[in-house]
């Protein structure tokens, strides 16, 4: 299977322990997520999107705000146009390979902030995700 695709596993991933109340999930070995790649896990009750966006991994809820939809299940790692007052209304290519869109109604985020291009005032809420002896993690 390519790692670069989306992939849904089915049931929970193993729980790492943790301190506290923060609960560490596995996510998949690092040489599974190359850069542009994601997948798709569920880490408790929570199915996560964890991306590698320029070698850095982000994780984000598969859920989308506006009504529910598999918000990391669409197109992925891809760029956005924008056209303002500032670019004299002149479209402009940004985030290239830093934004997935839902594949339901089509918002758009922006993977490494969390934040909705449409509506900045929506963001999705972003997990720590870290590396532990070439395992991705996340901790919730
Ligand atoms: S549910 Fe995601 S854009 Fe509508």
Redesign the pocket.
Known sequence: MDPAESTVEAGAVKSAGGTGSAREFEVCPVDQLPPGGHVIRQAGNRQLGVFNVDGEYYALPNI????????CQ?KYLVGAVRAGEDTDWIPEWIFDGQVM???????EYHVPTGKCLAFPNISLRRYHVFVRDDMIMVRL
């Open positions: 989308c705000p506006h009504q529910t939809g598999p918000a669409g869109v839902c594949p339901w109604h089509g918002l």
